[in-house]
């Protein structure tokens, strides 16, 4: 089934109440449009966010620890409890170590959260797979924001990402994000490959979000 | 007034739901006390926290970034909408650069939230007063968690540390912590000029965390 | 005396061979007028560099560790062993935590080198000032590399910095960089009370490198 | 051929002068045995060491940037300038994110410096080698400085990621390390399957530094 991922990030337009808002948006194209949206708050909103929809919610980060002294750090138990369903990992707005990443993953697995592990490359995309996620989310940061799709502007680093993950753990899904705004980004993404999309300011940003998510998927399918 | 500030770490005695009964006695030993208690859960556990108590929900951390492309970090703006009424920057246990200190300062004080800045010795507190926080809490690292408090082991630091704010920054309150447990360490704590303390493991893995607290107001007074 | 120190940063152009050739022209330039300059190399060029050239030579960053089990750390002791005089610490490149500033700060004294604090505003040069390091040198982000002086575009920075200073630790120099190219930037800098500037691509990438930094030293005199 | 890589981290036994002393006995052991000694001094220390000794110099971290605005950061080719041969990459004592490990190895094969990725288990080891360093180098973070080696204390974890690179990346070479001392620690390690081992503490911090050494190269063969 395809996931459609949408990263709230910290923009005005996806804070506070904002979030709560959109994810009601969201919760309704999924509905009307039998797809799978998964809303990503900031971890403060996860909590007001997960009590108003019914689909799924992740969390923008999540640190590797555990129970105990670890003053400021977001634990996946602290998420599960909130009602969060999974996490984005490493994403390249915060970036983690190789050992944190291990880290969260199997902090996730342990609570029962859901992981997608962000990734730059088709080299940190095979390392990112080999430690098992549920998904990695193959993003090129010079695309991040620009509107110009991955699907289009590297349409390569998204089937070597396929490929390459196929190879080494091919239960793992493959996301690409990056640019994508439009139906046809979406169409091209799916074409390549990949099992769903990552997206962000294309959405957040527009005038009118509902019909800026309508239209991406509308226009895919 | 003495400002009493209770980090939850990340504890399982003190995430989800053990936040929620945890502010509940912070609460109620501070209504029965005329006391100031700040309930400083994590970030996810802040809203349900604030729903559920009327005395000052403080967040563990928060990034000095606004509205924006910032995935994963947590915004002032977020906490406020949860309900927080000021964060902890700098823990020893999530330290932050100096120009992340300060945006984070800037970034509550436009919120409208209130900041202690935690240090590590009298030079860092120096330093964190220059850029005139509400507070800053000075903890000695190795005391931290070890049952001995500082206000005995080290008391020579919390002088020092209240002499240099006075002289710098002298609107910016002095808290104590590390070792932090009984009323005792609470009264030499203020005997040495700090406004309050920073207190965690000594009251969160107590057998009865309400007793706990409880025998630390009572004693102290 | 008027302290002139240029950031070889990690370009080319003072790299390796090119660093030993670079700082052999400061030192020319140097002695021919009287003025005392900062050759600052990459770490892995100090050992060469310092036994080519008579003049200071200082390190673009020091850890606040010693000796022990700090693997891929610089220590204060390891420069002091291959020339260094002193260390930059806490540039807007290479951020550090507070702590770890005044812990860089601790180590090059024990060691017997100068230290440079960089800060990005007033606030965070009040606290490094606060640090007590030998200066601070104030370099807005957004002008570094950019050739727009500092000293042009935003006195008031560079003026309110001298005054902090001044009030809060008077021994402290203040420097100041960013954008610092030609020799009535260098007039300016020191008009507004700088004892000094911080130099990098102006003259790194210049055409003419000797040519370059005399044109500052013979426009600033 | 077995590799034996002696980190020098920054103890005050192998830091400057030390640093060369050392190098010069690894040097001698390895002709006397004919076995490949690499020395792994400080960054500040490669140049020395290098013009010192003919076997391999490796620096103990490089930072996956290139030429440009870098300040303190550890360039590939500011190490090559300067002699060194490879570098450690995400040494337990100086982690890295994932995207800068694979940047880095990067940088490393551009300028002609073999790599050692260092990593914490089984599932980093399999990441690490994913991204095709030369070598990855498995040590339980809890081992490292115990005496305890690796090899006996956890054989699983040696057995399980030779197995996991063979699979994922062949041309990977497998290292040990965390604990190794004494000439059976080597025996085992290699009847394990490594090919070599990271050796520290065990060594540097001997009475004897030539005499431990020949003791671990004479006790394995």
Redesign the interface.
């Known amino acids: 089934m395809t996931l459609i991922v949408l990263?709230f990030?910290?923009?005005?337009e996806s804070?506070?109440?904002e979030a709560v808002r959109l994810a009601r948006i969201c919760e309704e194209v999924s509905r009307d449009h039998s797809l799978e949206i998964v809303a990503v708050p900031?971890?403060?909103?996860?909590?007001?966010v997960a009590g108003a929809v019914k689909i799924p919610v992740f969390?923008?980060?999540v640190d590797g620890?555990?129970?105990?002294?670890?003053?400021?750090?977001?634990?996946a138990?602290?998420?599960?409890?909130?009602g969060?369903a999974g996490s984005?990992i490493?994403?390249?707005?915060?970036?983690?170590?190789?050992?944190?990443?291990?880290a969260s993953i199997?902090s996730c697995r342990q609570a029962g959260l859901k992981t997608i592990v962000c990734?730059?490359?088709v080299?940190?995309t095979?390392?990112?797979?080999?430690?098992?996620p549920d998904y990695v989310a193959v993003e090129p940061p010079e695309l991040?924001?620009s509107g110009i799709p991955v699907s289009k502007a590297d349409p390569e680093i998204v089937i070597k990402s396929v490929e390459a993950v196929k190879r080494?753990a091919p239960n793992v899904g493959v996301l690409c994000g990056a640019g994508i705004t439009h139906g046809e980004d979406l169409r091209s993404a799916l074409d390549l490959g990949s099992v769903g999309v990552l997206l962000?300011?294309g959405i957040i940003k527009a005038k009118d979000q509902r019909k800026a998510l309508e239209e991406l998927v509308v226009g895919a399918f």
Do not use: C, M, P
Not at 65 to 75: C, E, L, R
């Open positions: 990263n990030k910290t923009y005005r804070t506070g109440l900031q971890v403060a909103d996860i909590s007001s969390s923008q980060h620890v555990g129970y105990g002294g670890f003053t400021g750090h977001i634990t138990a602290s998420l599960k409890a909130a969060a984005l490493n994403h390249s707005e915060h970036r983690l170590g190789l050992a944190e990443i291990e199997a990734t730059n490359n080299a940190t095979r390392a990112a797979a080999a430690l098992e991040i924001g080494i962000a300011s």
